[in-house]
């Protein structure tokens, strides 16, 4: 973990404000969402990125048209699709034959 040598107070309701360095490295805009996790004794504070919706990865991802893809799925839309078309029928054909 990279330490940034950045001091911020805790305000009495429990809030930060993440510098503008910061904000800059990790892309967060005025409407960015972020995502806080306990590790190490420590907050970590990540960017969150929607998973994708055909594989469910949930880095590397775009939106668009209000859905959110990963690279690969970009490049292989039709194969990423038909994957998840497979997929999701294995999973009802599974749940459809135990309750045969
Ligand atoms: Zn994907």
Do not use: W
């Not at 209000?66 to 039709?78: A, D």
Request: glycine share 8%; with cysteine; charged share 30%.
């Amino acid at each position: 973990m990279q330490h940034t040598g950045m001091v911020r107070s805790v305000d009495r309701l429990g809030r930060i404000t993440i510098p503008k360095e910061l904000c800059r490295v990790l892309g967060l805009l005025g409407s960015s969402r972020v995502v806080l996790s306990l590790e190490n004794n420590g907050i970590v504070i990540r960017r969150y990125t929607e998973p994708c919706c055909l594989c469910g990865r949930a880095d590397d991802t775009f939106e668009v048209d209000g859905k959110f893809y990963c690279s690969h799925c970009r490049k292989n839309p039709q194969a990423a699709a038909m994957e998840k078309f497979v997929g999701d029928f294995s999973d009802k054909y599974a749940e459809k034959k135990k309750e045969d």
